[in-house]
């Protein structure tokens, strides 16, 4: 499979492939060929062209085979295939078309930002074969590494670029409670912004009270109607960014068992977290 078979199929077609909009991949792809003029490395050049190679990046990404299969899949050494996903990886984050908004988006004083929404997904990793109590999760059962991801409310009326886009993420082990991961994320916000978090943020309205969550049903006692209402009203709002979530795990390197080494899980959480932005626009044109 290379880019001349796939280039002829249907936006949508394309997307299910691929992760991505035809669009958005030829952006992509100028990125690799503009960083590619400015290298002055020489020698033998690749048999794969950029098309190719940041084809097989985003298969790499999408599907989540090892780089075994992706090599015998494309003809290449297994070490090829490693190399190539890395350097396009650290292009396309280098170039700085993908990256997020930042915690600094959130304490502008003429920010658009009314209503933020924060998550924690946890993932599976394998045992590390030292610290493995850090990354013990207790509510999973077994290790894992946690990806909070802030993102922005925008009301539908609005309906601009800017709206239900990830303003930051965060990784942590996944031994670390939700809370302590947005303590730790050391987040400032201005006092018009709104949060809605779950109940894993219980303690987040002395730090900022202008906060949402859920009410929490004390021992032998019930939940009123009106609270059971508001909690509903809550979820509601927040389902936002579950749909967010979806949306970035339909590449399997952040749904499935992650494999490969914890220091690089950021980067690539980021870097899928920036493509998710840079495509809003499609999205938004198909709900138009």
Known sequence: MTYEQVKTLKPTEFKRLCGVYPDTFKDMVTVLKAEKVWQKKTGRPSKLSTEDQLLITLEYWREYRTYFHLGNSWGINESTAYRIVRKVENILIKSGLFNLPGKKALLESNSEIEVIVVDVSEQEIERPKKKQKSCYSGKQGYHTLKSQVVADLAQRARCDQKSEQVICVRCEKGRVHDFRLWKESKIRLNKEIEILGDKGYQGIQKLHQNSQIPHKKKKKEKLSKEQKKANR????????????????????????????????????????????????????????
Not at 237 to 261: D, P, T
Not at 270 to 278: P, S
């Open 233 to 288: 009203q809550l979820s509601q709002r927040r389902i936002v960014i579950e749909h967010i979530h979806r949306r970035l795990k339909i590449f399997r390197i952040l749904s499935s068992r992650y494999r490969n080494r914890r220091r690089r899980f950021g980067l690539r959480l980021n870097l899928i977290a920036g493509i998710y932005n840079y495509e809003l626009r499609y999205r938004q044109k198909d709900i138009s």
